[in-house]
């Protein structure tokens, strides 16, 4: 490993990730991974490196870089402003970092996350089979933190993706879902409205989104057993505000479990920002069209 930038100014919230740790849910532990897979995945294609090498994620920008030593990195995510030594630089296409450039990524307009990602990825110390941010430790990176990375050979020509093939994120979105086990507990009313209303983003991080919107109610008040739980499991709490749990969730829960969000269209959830609004479509309902 070779130290490739040092964090000069701490964002919102940033971690390391690669595809995720399989194969010990059974443990408690979560999948992790990034949240938004087709952002994470695009940065790996431009770089032409192996699908799960690792990009350091960042919600809402504000992080500032300092290179300590040469790499060709790529921004892809969330639109924002970044800057390599105060010049303004395009995301979703390769640039070059030489040692004392500073990187900074500014503030975000569309969508809320936005991954940074070197030739052959960071590296890190593997926990548990993978390179993600393990969220029972907190190790989440910080202003003064290192991160690390291969003698990777430099690309000898920029590689990017066209404006057409870039992700769009909206302001508003729909999203398919399966029923969830406890569905049919909830008053046709709540089902209705579910699928029929629209909901406010209200803010969340790695673990949950919370929403706002019509309240949810089950026909009777009645004690749920745990269950399993997943990215993109839609829990209703006693409050009646829908939680979609995100890539570091619990991997069970005790809330009743009115829908799951398809794999799909997770990405797009990953990036809802403050105010924007989501709506739920039955897979079962399309299927019959």
């Given amino acids: 490993m070779k130290p490739l930038l040092i964090v000069k100014k701490q964002g919102v919230y940033g971690s390391l990730q690669d595809q995720g740790r399989y194969g010990y849910r059974a443990y408690g532990i979560p999948l992790s991974g990034?949240?938004?897979k087709v952002s994470f995945q695009a940065a790996q294609y431009i770089l032409n490196n192996d699908k799960d090498q690792t990009s350091f994620e960042m919600f809402i920008g504000g992080f500032e870089f300092e290179a300590i030593d040469d790499?060709?990195?790529?921004?892809?995510?969330?639109?924002?402003?970044?800057?390599?030594?105060?010049?303004?630089?395009?995301?979703?296409?390769?640039?070059?970092?030489?040692?004392?450039?500073?990187?900074?990524?500014?503030?975000?307009?569309?969508?809320?996350?936005?991954?940074l990602?070197?030739?052959?990825?960071?590296?890190?110390?593997?926990?548990?089979?993978?390179?993600?941010?393990?969220?029972?430790?907190?190790?989440?990176?910080?202003?003064?933190?290192?991160?690390?990375?291969?003698?990777?050979e430099p690309l000898h020509f920029t590689r990017g993706l066209y404006a057409p093939f870039r992700p769009v994120f909206k302001s508003a979105i729909t999203v398919r879902?399966?029923?969830?086990?406890?569905?049919?507990?909830?008053?046709?009313?709540?089902q209705q409205k579910f699928l029929q209303a629209s909901f406010q983003f209200s803010g969340?991080?790695?673990?949950?989104?919370?929403?706002?919107?019509?309240?949810?109610?089950?026909?009777?008040?009645?004690?749920?057993?745990?269950?399993?739980?997943?990215?993109?499991?839609?829990?209703?709490?006693?409050?009646?505000?829908?939680?979609?749990?995100m890539a570091d969730a619990q991997t069970v829960g005790g809330y009743p479990i009115i829908a799951?969000?398809?794999?799909?269209d997770l990405h797009k959830v990953a990036q809802m920002r403050m105010f924007n609004t989501i709506n739920f479509v039955l897979m079962e309902e399309k299927i019959c069209q």
């Fill in 34 to 36: 990034p949240m938004d």
């Fill in 177 to 190: 879902v399966f029923k969830g086990p406890h569905f049919e507990l909830f008053t046709e009313e709540s």
């Fill in 71 to 115: 790499g060709t990195f790529v921004l892809t995510g969330a639109k924002c402003m970044s800057f390599l030594n105060d010049v303004p630089i395009e995301m979703w296409k390769t640039f070059q970092l030489t040692k004392g450039d500073v990187l900074s990524i500014k503030s975000v307009s569309h969508g809320s996350v936005v991954y």
């Fill in 117 to 152: 990602t070197p030739k052959e990825g960071f590296q890190t110390e593997a926990m548990l089979g993978s390179n993600a941010c393990f969220p029972l430790l907190g190790n989440a990176i910080n202003k003064g933190s290192i991160l690390y990375g291969k003698n990777a």
């Fill in 204 to 245: 969340g991080n790695r673990m949950g989104y919370y929403l706002k919107g019509p309240v949810l109610r089950l026909t009777e008040r009645k004690d749920i057993l745990s269950e399993a739980t997943q990215f993109g499991t839609i829990q209703v709490p006693q409050s009646g505000e829908p939680i979609v749990l």
């Fill in 260 to 264: 799951t969000i398809h794999e799909d």
